[in-house]
């Protein structure tokens, strides 16, 4: 009976426990978001948060996280709730509180004690020093609430008493030019909240599953989910931002119905015919033009769709056919070695050096004068993705099982009949998932446009890149040339440098340059996803018929 009783009481306490745990984890969840939204201005460092001053709210919760924390180590170390702790949090947490006291030691140290330099250095060796010891020290529980407890409650005290109010500022005076760096509390206040409240959460999620390897596991867990779900919230903020922002220059005055919208012609070989639109959108159907209301960028739209589709037609069969090669054809040795280190070492190479090779290489080449023209830019950007192209396509066809080539050729099948019929097929999803994240990158990239390809800024819609009605054949070589390919031209990104950089909107008729771009930034990213749906089907397709097959 004494044994009932008392598995009931551990059962109740562990379960008061938890819940306390539960909830400082889920105030260090909100606490984390606030402070990420204070970043970009969603909360106000000097408004008010739930009828508080938004600094004296954020002092408030981190002073309660923190003792709840410090007493969830008190406790385990008492016995008053049942945990399994390890014998040291370990050198990893201790570490890392080491440097974060560090860093709070020389601060304090050299600015507020006026120590200078030298005394900072001091100071931040030695709390770090006392952190790291009080971390690797004690008993897990101890050595990772504590620390965790403490630098909560110190940056909730700092906030509480006014040390750092919402009009503070600080100017180190140990920098060669002080006034030239200044750090405002705006900036300040939302890195030591989100700081604080990972490390409080991740020591109320050890707390929670106990500490051992149960807590760990739940402290790593949160730590990975809280930045995944930051990164994704910034990724979403970062797009509604421009749809907010260009939303209203993009879709102004919209018209629909039979005959509102202009003719365009479509040719192709000579032949040419007319497509009228039942949807008059100006900012994507216009170009510059004197006698249009509304200054649009359906030129630079044309632009940017050749230049990708001049991209992926160079890359992809040369990547491919290159990753065919190396995996299938050639031996696996210091060849192969080689090509791959040149091949990811490319894929890393600033944009800006593509664009510098296109200039000197590409621009002189085409005509008999050194002209900028589209061809130039589909080249680059091809050379751009096909690095890509060739590491993508060479992991997919890596990673079909050698039992489908074995299979394959028991059967009496060719080698090349076997890569056509199995491997490609197995590899094509992969390969389409490479191209989709290179589109993704030569499709807003600027500095190759810059030296290669770069016309006007704002020209006419009948002066966009008809490429498609400019083939010419002929009987001597080269059989076929395109006039067009060979002439300058914009695109959205190129035009999206020239109006927001250099005002350029403003000799082209543009009331607000400032709205203009925005509403180019917001056309540019729907191209972007555009291309980005596109291959996603694309890729859907071949794993459709790759599981039906």
């Given amino acids: 009976m004494a044994s009932a009783t008392e598995t009931s009481v551990v059962r109740g306490d562990t379960s008061t426990y938890e819940s306390i745990a539960a909830l400082t984890v889920g105030l260090a969840a909100v606490l984390f978001f606030l402070g990420l ?14 009828g508080l001053q938004t600094m004296t709210a954020l002092g408030l919760l981190l002073v309660f996280m923190g003792v709840a924390v410090t007493g969830f180590g008190l406790f385990s170390y008492q016995g008053i709730f049942p945990t399994e702790p390890r014998a040291s949090a370990g050198f990893v947490a201790a570490g890392l509180f080491g440097a974060l006291w560090g860093l709070i030691g020389a601060l304090v140290a050299a600015e507020t004690l006026g120590l200078g330099l030298v005394g900072g250095v001091v100071g931040g060796l030695g709390l770090g020093a006392v952190a790291f010891f009080a971390t690797a020290l004690p008993r897990e529980d101890i050595g990772s609430t504590l620390p965790a407890g403490a630098l909560a409650a110190f940056f909730g005290l700092v906030f509480l008493l006014g040390v750092v109010g919402p009009e503070w500022s600080w100017s180190p005076a140990n920098f060669p030019d002080a006034q030239a760096v200044t750090f405002f509390a705006a900036t ?182 050194p002209q900028k023209s589209l061809l130039a830019g589909m080249i680059t950007l091809g050379f751009m993705l096909l690095p890509l192209v060739v590491i993508t396509a060479r992991e997919a066809m890596i990673a079909v099982p050698d039992e489908y080539r074995d299979a394959s050729a028991a059967l009496g099948v060719s080698k090349w009949q076997t890569i056509r019929s199995v491997v490609l097929p197995a590899a094509m999803p992969g390969v389409v998932t490479g191209v989709i994240l290179g589109v993704g ?28 009605n400019s083939f010419q054949l002929s009987l001597s070589p080269p059989f076929v040339t395109n006039p067009e390919l060979t002439q300058a031209t914009t695109a959205l990104p190129y035009q999206l440098w020239q109006v927001v950089l250099t005002g350029t909107g403003q000799t082209a008729g543009v009331n607000d340059v400032t709205a203009f771009g925005w509403g180019t930034a917001l056309v540019l990213l729907g191209v972007v996803l555009a291309f980005y749906a596109v291959g996603i089907a694309t890729r859907q397709y071949f794993r459709s018929k790759l599981t039906y097959e």
Wanted: hydrophobic share 55%.
């Fill in 188 to 369: 300040v206040a939302p890195f030591a909240v989100m700081a604080s409240s990972l490390v409080v959460g991740w020591a109320a999620a050890k707390a929670y599953g106990g500490f051992g390897a149960r807590g760990r596991h739940l402290g790593a867990y949160l730590l990975v989910y809280l930045n995944a779900i930051a990164i994704i919230a910034v990724l979403v903020a970062l797009v509604a931002f421009v749809v907010f922002k260009g939303f209203g220059p993009a879709t102004e005055g919209i018209e629909v119905g039979l005959g509102v919208g202009p003719a365009t012609t479509i040719g192709l070989l000579g032949f040419s015919f007319d497509i009228a639109w039942p949807v008059y959108w100006p900012f994507l159907m216009n170009g510059a033009s004197l006698f249009a209301d509304i200054t649009g960028v359906f030129p630079a739209i044309v632009g940017t769709v050749w230049l990708v589709v001049g991209a992926v037609v160079l890359s992809v069969p040369l990547g491919v056919g290159a990753a065919i090669f190396l995996t299938e054809y050639a031996e696996q040795g210091r060849f192969t070695n080689v090509v791959e280190v040149a091949t990811n070492a490319l894929w890393s190479t600033p944009s800006i050096v593509f664009g510098l090779f296109g200039a000197a290489f590409l621009v002189p080449r085409f005509t008999p004068r």
């Fill in 441 to 468: 990158r030569i499709a807003g990239e600027t500095a190759p446009l810059l030296l290669t390809m770069g016309g006007g800024s704002f020209i006419p819609a009948g002066q966009r890149a008809k490429v498609l």
């Fill in 37 to 50: 939204a204070a970043t970009v201005e969603l909360v106000s460092i000097t408004g008010t948060l739930v």
